[in-house]
């Protein structure tokens, strides 16, 4: 696998460039043309600039509207801005959700974590709202012939991850480096968890609670397949899915291929 190209960001979690990899005939992503990254709501003057520099045009904002209201993205001159979430609900507990009930079933089972990522991994696939919402994103990514696309949610590693796999599936990525570039997410929010964690442990919570949240925190081999057996289980495959269920057809496929591909 080509490593990940990841950005000198410090203000935003998880920054990355999917310049590299290889995809259709051989061919390389073209770097300064997709970055995937966690929210750009405390993004510094900074990093700000770096990305102006880097090329950024557009931001898509893949979270639901409680998190953008709570945590909106900074207005940067200049770019785009696009809100297009991947469910109308908010999960996170981050926003002023109340989430008393889940909270006790992570302090009483160490896997309720597990089993809530599975569920979110099947619904961001299957419902059709999600798939609205990817088409849209996917849609506009094509039409864009210059710039960064930067696209996020709020960690850049479930959401994201998601519309990464098939984006680089339609690049043409092979499947083990897609699974690979979304593990990467573990590394690139190691500290992350680790502070979060501390919190928790200065909050007094419990082992059982502690874990359920870095689970919550972390991508995981389990999350990916429960997406793709979904899709091949209900879709057929996942090329299939892509034609059929998210409306991108071979037309669309075909210009993201000739727009983000070197020649």
């Given at each position: 696998m080509t490593e990940p190209v990841v950005l000198p960001v410090k203000s935003v979690r998880?920054?990355?460039d999917l310049g590299g990899y290889?995809?259709?005939?051989?061919?390389?992503i073209k770097s300064h043309r997709l970055l995937r990254t966690g929210?750009?709501?405390?993004?510094?003057?900074?990093?700000?600039?770096?990305?102006?520099?880097?090329?950024?045009?557009k931001i898509i904002d893949l979270r639901s509207p409680a998190e953008c209201k709570a945590n909106p993205d900074q207005n940067i001159p200049s770019v785009d801005h696009y809100e297009f979430p991947l469910s109308v609900d908010d999960n996170t507990g981050?926003?002023?959700?109340?989430?008393?009930?889940?909270?006790?079933?992570?302090?009483?089972?160490?896997?309720?974590?597990?089993?809530?990522m599975c569920q979110r991994y099947h619904d961001h696939v299957s419902n059709k709202f999600a798939q609205n919402s990817i088409h849209q994103?996917?849609?506009?990514?094509a039409k864009t012939t210059h710039g960064s696309v930067l696209?996020?949610?709020?960690?850049?590693?479930?959401?994201t991850g998601l519309v990464t796999v098939i984006l680089l599936y339609i690049l043409g990525v092979d499947l083990e480096t897609i699974r690979q570039d979304y593990l990467y997410s573990n590394l690139m929010l190691n500290d992350y968890r680790k502070v979060r964690d501390e919190q928790f442990k200065r909050a007094g919570e419990?082992?059982?609670?502690?874990?359920?949240?870095?689970?919550?925190g972390s991508v995981a081999n389990a999350y990916i397949d429960t997406s793709l057996i979904t899709i091949n289980e209900n879709y057929g495959d996942i090329d299939s899915y892509i034609d059929k269920q998210l409306g991108i057809d071979e037309q669309m496929q075909e210009k993201i291929r000739e727009n983000y591909l070197e020649k």
């Amino acid at each position: 696998m080509t490593e990940p190209v990841v950005l000198p960001v410090k203000s935003v979690r998880n920054p990355r460039d999917l310049g590299g990899y290889i995809g259709f005939g051989g061919h390389k992503i073209k770097s300064h043309r997709l970055l995937r990254t966690g929210n750009i709501s405390k993004i510094i003057p900074k990093d700000e600039k770096f990305l102006l520099d880097y090329g950024l045009t557009k931001i898509i904002d893949l979270r639901s509207p409680a998190e953008c209201k709570a945590n909106p993205d900074q207005n940067i001159p200049s770019v785009d801005h696009y809100e297009f979430p991947l469910s109308v609900d908010d999960n996170t507990g981050g926003n002023g959700l109340d989430m008393s009930i889940e909270f006790e079933q992570y302090r009483h089972n160490q896997y309720a974590g597990f089993y809530t990522m599975c569920q979110r991994y099947h619904d961001h696939v299957s419902n059709k709202f999600a798939q609205n919402s990817i088409h849209q994103i996917v849609s506009l990514i094509a039409k864009t012939t210059h710039g960064s696309v930067l696209y996020h949610c709020s960690e850049g590693k479930d959401r994201t991850g998601l519309v990464t796999v098939i984006l680089l599936y339609i690049l043409g990525v092979d499947l083990e480096t897609i699974r690979q570039d979304y593990l990467y997410s573990n590394l690139m929010l190691n500290d992350y968890r680790k502070v979060r964690d501390e919190q928790f442990k200065r909050a007094g919570e419990n082992d059982k609670f502690r874990a359920n949240m870095r689970i919550l925190g972390s991508v995981a081999n389990a999350y990916i397949d429960t997406s793709l057996i979904t899709i091949n289980e209900n879709y057929g495959d996942i090329d299939s899915y892509i034609d059929k269920q998210l409306g991108i057809d071979e037309q669309m496929q075909e210009k993201i291929r000739e727009n983000y591909l070197e020649k």
